[in-house]
């Protein structure tokens, strides 16, 4: 896999601050920083929630509850990330015109690292497939929610 020297994917959020793989905390946060400073500490485990394209229609619906799931996690040590394939600057574009507050995370570059990392990549194509793996600090795979082309995940079904 292409990605850091450490054959981990690179991400940056939409702010173009680098965040390591996991991606619990943005790069050279302490333990006890979250997603963002005082936002409490770091999550254990964490939803990569991956989008195809973040302007299209189905994508663009299941953005609009996102903040609520995060805010729904938290309490239990788990932490959302939305991740697409899109540029840093799109998805700067999304998170300001929706408000969106969860960290957006680009897999631009290498194009789609993170989604293969975890088994979510379309190779046909060249986009994330719609769907939310939940992982621990180690990148091990703990849960996976999917949702077939042009429909699409509901919150709930980050739960249980």
């Known amino acids: 896999m292409i990605g850091s020297p450490e054959g981990r994917p690179v991400l940056r ?7 390591p793989w996991p991606p619990l905390a943005p790069a050279g946060a302490g333990p006890e920083q979250g997603a963002v400073p005082d936002d409490g500490p770091a999550p ?15 994508c663009m619906g299941e953005l609009g509850w996102v903040d ?16 697409s394939c899109d540029s840093a600057a799109v998805l700067r574009t999304v998170s300001e015109q929706l408000g969106i507050q969860t960290p957006l995370l ?3 570059w290498p194009h789609g690292a993170a989604a293969r990392a975890v088994g979510e ?22 849960a ?15 739960f249980g």
């Open 44 to 58: 254990s485990r964490v939803w990569l929630f991956f989008l195809p394209g973040a302007f299209t229609p189905v």
């Open 13 to 19: 959020d939409q702010h173009g601050q680098p965040w």
């Open 121 to 142: 990549f379309n190779e046909t194509t060249g986009r994330a497939l719609r769907s939310s793996v939940l992982v621990d600090a180690a990148g091990t795979v703990l």
């Open 68 to 83: 609520e799931l995060a805010e729904r996690l938290a309490p239990a040590g788990v932490g959302l990330r939305i991740l």
């Open 106 to 108: 680009s897999d631009f």
């Open 144 to 158: 996976r929610v999917r949702s077939g082309a042009g429909a699409a995940r509901r919150l709930e079904d980050h």
